[in-house]
């Protein structure tokens, strides 16, 4: 059974931190590309980060300087490092895996999915 699991959301002040974990399990990965979404109310779910097993790292330029994406291929977990916070930030929290090809931050290059963590940020 397919599962994405993602732990580590919650509620913080602007400026503070979180860090957002994603552990896959059921399946062989064969994606080159992992990746974390969110979504928030009213809005479309964008990407926020991605990482390819060749290193290659993409951030949306939102979070650029603010998030690190990590990878553990031992654990098969995904993570996101989350650092100076913002109200803007607030959304629900997706990671994706097997990865179709093409860019790593296209919310239609996925087919795996986890069930998201909401993360808010206050003012």
């Known amino acids: 059974q397919v599962q994405l699991m993602e732990s580590g959301g919650g509620s913080v002040q602007a400026g503070g931190s979180l860090r957002l974990s994603c552990a896959a399990s059921?399946?062989?990965?064969?994606?080159?590309?992992v990746g974390w979404f969110r979504q928030a109310p009213g809005k479309e779910r964008e990407g926020v980060a991605g990482?390819?097993?060749?290193?290659?790292?993409r951030y949306a330029d939102s979070v650029k300087d603010r998030f690190t994406i990590s990878r553990d291929n031992n654990k098969n977990t995904l993570y996101l490092q989350m650092n100076s916070l913002k109200p803007e930030d607030t959304a629900m929290y997706y990671c994706?895996?097997?990865?179709?090809?093409?860019?790593?931050?296209?919310?239609?290059?996925?087919?795996?999915w986890g069930q998201g963590t909401q993360v808010t940020v206050s003012s």
């Open positions: 059921g399946y062989t990965r064969n994606s080159y590309c």
């Open positions: 990482i390819h097993s060749d290193g290659t790292i």
């Open positions: 994706a895996d097997q990865w179709r090809g093409g860019s790593c931050l296209d919310r239609n290059k996925y087919n795996y």
